[in-house]
């Protein structure tokens, strides 16, 4: 089974750039997460999405950041303009949430950015 | 809110040689419990959980936990380490009810030496 799709595996990029990194969750799945990790802050939530609408974005670090789910397959993180400081490994992972929790959460192998 | 310590960043220990990974975890309200994996240049694994039941979770590879509720507790223990154990081990907690999402611990390397 396909488990948690994201591209690119990893980016250079200079600073100022627009970046866009994407998630193809697994099949069936109805939520959608993305989490930053850095050495300073470990793992933090930037936002979660189930059934394709957001419902907590409270993570997003600012306006720089943004994320979609135009459909149950498909997700993006951008980041315009990128700073050095946002160099990270960022995760997307998806679980089925069926109204309590408890669910496991799938996680893809990671985005490697690097801002110069 | 939700919070999860783990006490330690590091923990060096010889091949075959028991091991405990210390999570305490602070909430207002009732959580679930998990722990995963990374290993290096991946993404993170289940190893186990805990939701109800029986406060002694097994997990695979060889993992357990136990789930102490009145010390906020979910140590997680192997009776023998393989030096493929070597990897970073998270706690993280979620809350029993409303959206799943996970509150982690900054992580403890495990590092498996002959």
Redesign the interface.
Known sequence: DAG?IQSPRHEVTEMGQEVTLRCKPISGHN?L?WYRQTMMR??E?LI?F?NNVP??DSGMPEDRFSAKMPNASFSTLKIQPSEPRDSAVY?C?S?F?TG???????????SWLTVV | AQSVTQLDSQVPVFEEAPVELRCNYSSSVSV?LFW?VQYP??????LL?Y?SGSTLVKGINGFEAEFNKSQTSFHLRKPSVHISDTAEY?CAV??????????????TMLLVSP
């Open positions: 948690v939520s997460f470990g793992l939530l979660y189930n419902i907590d995760f992972a679980s949430t309590g929790s408890g669910n496991t959460i799938y996680f893809g192998e990671g | 679930y995963y240049n991946q993404g993170l694994q289940l959980k939701l998270f979620s809350p029993n009810s409303g959206y799943s999402t996970l509150t982690f611990g900054k992580g």
